[in-house]
């Protein structure tokens, strides 16, 4: 048995042709399938709705039956059979595939129809290059393994197996190649968009992550190279892990620029996302729930482990540049205060537990709607902080000896080399081991019930405070003290997020118990006056700072196109930020032990 495609790309039509040649077709009639959704991104996205013609032949046409969706069924014929088909390619992002004159990107879950009752088969691909003048000085960037074709060019690549074909994503174009080595491992990152990018010290950067990874598992790394591919766009942030690569979206300007010395927060934010989807390498391409495997991309598949897998990776993402030297204490600690109060500006973490949240991803975490703060928690943010809690307890209890990183070492070691899928039994047995003690308590309080961390009392005996205020405005994102405390304790908030619009400053989310919420105002209505003051965006919150907590004000407001009026009872905003501080005052023993968690 055999299954080859050949994909020819046409540009200007947003169009992938696809040839897929099966020697063996099943004589009771071939079925194939294209997959509903694609590991790491948690909801149907039903890529065959991208297919735009379909037709199958074998020594004449074949009659191709439409059974679902996503499934076609040929009538029964002798080999080889041959599928025509045509995919339209314009989803400029990590999960799907897209084409134009400028660059091709492709997930195999896009364009690779699956051959049902060959899924081990070995597969072939033929590549073909665009044709023009245009395209002439293309090359391609993939850790598919290559089968005939040059190094970076069209031409011939295999996998094993259709899971193995589809894991693998393909970036055509003209692009810049950064190449380093990093615990023995020589990684590439491709760039594909308009940028000044300081690629040297992209590399050097990396590399020091990279080999951070690698070293906290265990050498060797379980891949023998790696690739990043990097969109650079004006406005865009995104990422999708593979088990040799990943899929980077991001702003221009996210990219280190030549002779800019310092660390700004968008590199920073950049460097963090690529630490995100590199120790994914690991954690959830081979360390899996047990739901995964193997997987069923033709339908949801439930777990409650995402916080586990998304969660204890957020963690580690940030953790990993301070250990690996590139950012200082503090700037940790400021990333960690700003994951603390998105979590705490959860009104819906009392409602729905990290276990339910992961569940319900499905339906809930990727189909956020304007109540989403009120009624979910995201399990990539509280699962970060489960993720500190259990990490700072085990060190406690273990007076320093023992940590998270040695859960994640055994997961690798029972269930990643092994490829055993983790049950959340599995997950807390290892934790109880390491911790030479049932925490059972603490799972059923913080990650299937609704309570919060103490992190307060877990960090106070590494020597970090932990403090709360006031957001100073909409956009404070938190890990910092009050730049001025006297305005801060005069501030007053509507208890609503606005956005810009048009007419004045359309609520985009209503928080439970907030003055907007007790008035009647709703999302998606539009303030447009304050006491009778027209309203902005950008002016709301100057209005409201000649009030005072409790003060009544009349808001009238656009409620689609009917003038609403409400009696607001403005409010002090709730103490939800969170910023962290070193003590300098400690002993020689907690100065080591947070040493020894930072790795400085």
Not at 95 to 119: E, I, K
Request: charged fraction near 25%; proline fraction near 5%; glycine fraction near 8%.
């Amino acid at each position: 048995m055999s299954v080859h495609y050949r994909l020819v790309p046409e540009p200007t039509a947003h169009l992938f042709h696809v040839t897929l040649t099966i020697t063996d077709p099943d004589p009771a009639g071939q079925v194939v399938s294209l997959p509903a959704w694609i590991p790491g991104s948690y909801m149907i996205r039903d890529f065959a709705k991208n297919i735009v013609r379909i037709h199958a032949e074998a020594q004449g046409p074949v009659k191709l039956e439409k059974r679902d969706k996503h499934t076609w069924q040929a009538a029964p014929c002798a080999g080889p059979l041959t599928l025509r088909y045509e995919v339209y390619a314009w989803d400029l992002s990590v999960r799907g595939a897209h084409l134009d004159a400028t660059h091709g990107y492709f997930n195999g879950t896009s364009v690779f129809l699956r051959v049902h009752g060959q899924d081990h088969a070995p597969c072939t691909v033929d590549l073909v290059a665009p044709a023009g003048e245009d395209c002439a000085r293309w090359h391609v960037a993939t850790t598919l393994p290559r089968d005939g074709a040059p190094e970076h060019g069209f031409g011939r690549y295999g996998a094993a197996d259709y899971d193995e074909l589809i894991d693998h994503p393909v970036e055509m174009g003209e692009f810049t190649l950064v190449v380093f080595e990093a615990a023995g491992v020589t990684h590439e990152v491709a760039i594909t968009g308009r940028h000044r990018t300081d690629t040297a010290r992209l590399a050097a950067d990396l590399q020091k992550v990279c080999a951070w990874h690698i070293d906290l598992f265990g050498r060797p790394a379980p891949m023998a190279r790696y690739l990043f591919q990097v969109m650079a766009v004006g406005d865009g942030y995104g990422g999708l892990e593979h088990r040799s690569s990943t899929s980077l979206l991001c702003s221009r300007n996210d990219l280190p620029r030549i002779e800019q010395e310092d660390m700004p927060e968008e590199y920073r934010t950049f460097l963090g996302l690529c630490s995100h989807e590199y120790f994914h390498t690991w954690n959830v391409k081979r360390i899996k729930p047990a739901a995964f495997v193997p997987y069923d991309l033709g339908r949801e598949v439930y777990t409650p482990l995402l916080w586990a897998f998304e969660g204890i990776t957020s963690y580690y993402d940030d953790l990993a540049l301070v250990r690996s030297g590139l950012i200082t204490p503090k700037d940790y600690l400021e990333l960690l205060g700003q994951t603390i109060t998105r979590v705490l500006r959860s009104p819906g973490r009392f409602k729905q537990s990290v276990a339910d949240s992961s569940f319900d991803a499905w339906t809930k975490f990727y189909k956020a709607d304007e109540n989403a703060p009120n009624a979910v928690i995201s399990y990539y943010v509280k699962g970060a902080v489960i993720a500190l809690a259990l990490d700072l307890m085990l060190r406690e209890r273990s007076e320093g000896a023992r940590s998270l990183d040695d859960v994640m070492r055994l997961l690798w070691e029972r269930h990643g080399r092994t490829g055993v899928g983790v049950t959340e039994s599995d997950l807390e047995n290892i934790v109880a081991e390491v911790a030479q003690d049932d925490l059972r308590g603490f799972f059923d309080a913080c990650v299937r019930g609704t309570d919060d961390p103490d992190l307060a009392a877990l960090l106070a005996p590494l020597g970090v405070e932990f403090h709360l205020r006031p957001a100073e405005s909409q956009g404070d994102k938190g890990g910092k003290p009050a730049k001025e405390e006297a305005a801060l304790a005069r501030r007053i908030t509507l208890g609503a997020r606005t956005a810009e619009d048009g007419l004045g400053a359309r609520l985009v989310n209503v928080y439970e118990g907030g003055a907007a919420q007790q008035a009647g105002l709703s999302p998606g209505d539009v303030v447009v006056a304050l006491d009778g003051l027209r309203v902005t965006h950008g002016n709301l919150e100057k209005l409201l700072g000649s009030y005072r907590d409790g003060d009544t004000a009349d808001v009238h407001a656009f409620r689609r196109d009917e003038l609403v009026h409400a009696q607001v009872c403005l409010q002090a905003p709730p103490a939800d930020t969170c910023w962290l501080s070193l003590k300098d005052d400690v002993d020689d023993i907690i100065r080591a032990r947070r040493a020894a968690w930072l790795g400085t």
